[in-house]
């Protein structure tokens, strides 16, 4: 058994429970990669004809060794980078198409609104308030007018704790606040898939646990979230699967109970292992 003792608390939703253990359901058709490929370059292969399934209930956690393309997955999925090959499907819709191998992109733009997506670094615009980098957005591409942006954005502050930080700068909050203000200003655009890179790495301890906290609250509503995290057991606690991902392909993935007690495959022990010790 790799992993068998909590530290943070697990989504405190009764239904929590069910959910996990009816993982062993049919893949589902939210979100499909199909032999997605990408590299950068001629010799960086990132995507290696990967393919995946994602329900809409589904909350997959993606874990891998450093430099094994999980960023890449995500940058892949919000419509930041291209792909040279492959499909992937969103909603059951065609959503991304492999291109040239320029990589150049053939995306959906309409569906590529319906995702949202929060950094490790904090990407906020230093020199707009918090309701202002909250209305950007909205505003500009949904055509929300002024008022109605603003009164989403009061919604989505005083959900996660925030209301306070309105009219606040960027420079004003500490890292936990700014990172929640992301998932705010992410929010906004209602997105059906929020996507989370590492976004508690650079954060101190009590400020990693608010923002675990308001991704947890985000599950018990049951957002559809692709995570990657170096977390484990946050990992554990968030996921209704893990995926582990090396060389641009998926290795194993499975339900947390399973991947972190017994892992099947021998590069997803030693990986485990390791991280675990560190941890
Ligand atoms: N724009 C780019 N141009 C060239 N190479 C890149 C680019 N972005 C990423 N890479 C390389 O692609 C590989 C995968 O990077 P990626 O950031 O996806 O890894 P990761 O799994 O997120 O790693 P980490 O856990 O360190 O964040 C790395 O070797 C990285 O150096
Ligand atoms: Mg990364």
Same mark, same amino acid.
């Given at each position: 058994?790799?992993?068998?003792?909590?530290?943070?608390?697990?989504?405190?939703?009764?239904?929590?429970?069910?959910?996990?253990?009816?993982?062993?359901?049919?893949?589902?058709?939210?979100?499909?990669?199909?032999?997605?490929?990408?590299?950068?370059?001629?010799?960086?292969?990132?995507?290696?004809?990967?393919?995946?399934?994602?329900?809409?209930?589904?909350?997959?956690?993606?874990?891998? #060794?450093?430099?094994?393309? &999980?960023?890449?997955?995500?940058?892949?999925?919000?419509?930041?980078?291209? !792909?040279?090959?492959?499909?992937?499907?969103?909603?059951?819709?065609?959503? *991304?198409?492999?291109?040239?191998?320029?990589?150049?992109?053939? *995306?959906?733009?309409?569906?590529?609104?319906?995702?949202?997506?929060?950094?490790?670094?904090?990407?906020?615009?230093?020199?707009?308030?918090?309701?202002?980098?909250?209305? +950007?957005?909205?505003?500009?591409?949904?055509?929300?007018?002024?008022?109605?942006?603003?009164?989403?954005?009061? &919604?989505?502050?005083?959900?996660?704790?925030?209301?306070?930080?309105?009219?606040?700068?960027?420079?004003? +909050?500490?890292?936990?606040?700014?990172?929640?203000?992301?998932?705010?200003?992410?929010?906004? +655009?209602? #997105?059906?898939?929020?996507?989370?890179?590492?976004?508690?790495?650079?954060?101190? #301890?009590?400020?990693? *646990?608010? !923002?675990?906290?308001?991704?947890?609250?985000?599950?018990?509503?049951?957002?559809?979230?692709?995570?990657?995290?170096?977390?484990?057991?946050?990992?554990?606690?968030?996921?209704?699967?893990?995926?582990?991902?090396?060389?641009?392909?998926? !290795?194993?993935?499975?339900?947390?109970?399973?991947?972190?007690?017994?892992?099947?495959?021998?590069?997803?022990?030693?990986?485990?292992?390791?991280?675990?010790?560190?941890?």
């Amino acid at each position: 058994m790799l992993l068998s003792q909590t530290q943070a608390q697990p989504v405190s939703n009764p239904t929590y429970g069910a959910k996990v253990s009816s993982l062993s359901a049919a893949a589902g058709d939210f979100v499909q990669l199909r032999n997605v490929y990408k590299s950068y370059g001629e010799n960086l292969v990132v995507m290696d004809r990967m393919s995946l399934d994602m329900r809409a209930d589904d909350r997959l956690v993606v874990i891998g #060794p450093s430099g094994s393309g &999980k960023s890449s997955l995500l940058r892949v999925l919000m419509g930041l980078e291209g !792909v040279q090959g492959g499909e992937i499907m969103f909603q059951g819709k065609p959503y *991304i198409r492999g291109a040239d191998q320029s990589g150049s992109k053939r *995306i959906d733009a309409k569906l590529q609104k319906q995702i949202g997506m929060v950094f490790q670094h904090y990407t906020l615009f230093p020199h707009l308030s918090v309701l202002g980098n909250l209305i +950007l957005a909205p505003v500009k591409v949904l055509g929300l007018n002024k008022a109605d942006a603003t009164e989403r954005a009061r &919604k989505y502050l005083a959900r996660l704790g925030l209301e306070s930080k309105l009219n606040a700068y960027p420079s004003q +909050l500490s890292g936990g606040q700014k990172q929640r203000v992301a998932i705010a200003r992410a929010l906004m +655009l209602e #997105p059906k898939l929020m996507l989370f890179d590492e976004v508690t790495s650079a954060l101190d #301890p009590e400020m990693v *646990i608010e !923002v675990q906290n308001v991704m947890l609250q985000l599950a018990e509503q049951k957002m559809a979230m692709i995570i990657v995290t170096h977390d484990m057991h946050f990992a554990r606690d968030i996921a209704t699967r893990v995926v582990f991902c090396a060389s641009g392909k998926v !290795v194993e993935e499975g339900a947390p109970a399973d991947m972190f007690k017994c892992p099947k495959e021998t590069r997803t022990r030693e990986f485990l292992e390791k991280v675990l010790y560190l941890d």
